[in-house]
């Protein structure tokens, strides 16, 4: 057993989950708000518990004192998609990055694993900023649709289960899920204008709606009783009527009210 001190070893990677979490949800965040559709539905990450470092440094013959180079996924980053061709995007977008370095790619969704697994991984060297100073830090990012990711965790506990010996039946019947899973990607993707469309429209509804109850509640800061209670009225009628062009006809008559507001400041 190494005698490093491993709470110790670890504060980096899990410094570069943390980081990179962040990171990737931040540009998911502005990636809807520019174009209102994300390649990226949800981010998650951990880091690699000691016992199963230890494990795949025995697996995989590497030495103790070369873990940090042996083991590229003690940090693991998984992102997840809606559709196959979202996957290749975000792969495109972290290959443009200039605050992490590409070590490497595979391609499991071409080439796909003998079991059925599927998922797309980049290996990156990203900095760490410590009170040692910067430190590189190897982590693995997994980019997956949603029934890849529900394939992979399944084939992971049972592998946790059976000691990865798998008994042939298990295998089979997981090798038909993944690529039931496959089909489901290919059937979603073929559909993907209709479904990119109606959350698009969904979400132009909701944000509408946002921006009139917040238009009101900025007339009722003014002291503008009356007019923020006509609108509200308004509201309501549209609301019961499902009218998404008549609310964005009264957001607009809402602004165009508190403009003057504005320019008058406020009388």
């Known amino acids: 057993m190494d005698?490093?001190?491993?709470?110790?070893?670890?504060?980096?990677y899990q410094q570069a989950v943390e980081e990179l979490k962040i990171k990737f949800k931040s540009l998911r965040k502005e990636l809807k708000a520019r174009e209102e559709y994300a390649p990226i539905e949800f981010v998650t990450g951990r880091v690699k518990r000691i016992s199963s470092i230890?494990?795949?440094?025995?697996?995989?013959?590497?030495?103790?004192?070369?873990i940090e180079t042996g083991i590229e996924d003690i940090a693991g980053i998984r992102i997840m998609c809606q559709f196959v061709d979202d996957i290749h995007r975000v792969a495109s977008m972290i290959r443009q990055r200039k605050d992490m370095k590409l070590v490497y790619e595979k391609d499991y969704i071409t080439n796909y694993k003998e079991s059925g697994y599927r998922s797309y991984h980049l290996i990156v060297e990203y900095p760490v900023q410590t009170s040692l100073g910067s430190m590189p830090v190897l982590a693995e990012i997994q980019i997956r649709t949603l029934a890849m990711n529900f394939w992979a965790t399944i084939e992971h506990s049972l592998n946790y289960k059976y000691k990865e010996q798998l008994p042939p039946h298990v295998r089979d019947?997981?090798?038909?899920?993944a690529e039931a899973a496959f089909l489901l990607d290919k059937e979603m993707s073929s559909i993907r204008k209709e479904i990119v469309d109606?959350?698009?429209?969904?979400?132009?509804?909701?944000?509408?709606?946002?921006?009139?109850?917040?238009?009101?509640?900025?007339?009722?800061?003014?002291?503008?009783?009356?007019?923020?209670?006509?609108?509200?009225?308004?509201?309501?009628?549209?609301?019961?009527?499902?009218?998404?062009?008549?609310?964005?006809?009264?957001?607009?008559?809402?602004?165009e009210a508190l403009n003057r507001l504005n320019k008058g400041g406020g009388n």
């Not at 800061?221 to 209670?229: G, L, N, P, V």
């Not at 509201?235 to 008559?253: A, C, H, M, P, Y």
């Open 198 to 255: 109606a959350q698009q429209e969904f979400e132009e509804s909701a944000g509408t709606v946002r921006n009139v109850l917040n238009a009101i509640q900025e007339l009722y800061f003014f002291r503008k009783i009356r007019e923020a209670a006509q609108f509200q009225l308004r509201f309501n009628e549209l609301w019961e009527q499902e009218d998404i062009r008549g609310l964005k006809d009264l957001s607009i008559d809402i602004h």
């Open 54 to 66: 230890l494990e795949k440094a025995r697996r995989l013959s590497v030495a103790l004192d070369s």
């Open 173 to 177: 019947r997981l090798r038909a899920a």
């Open 3 to 12: 005698g490093r001190d491993w709470g110790k070893f670890l504060l980096p």
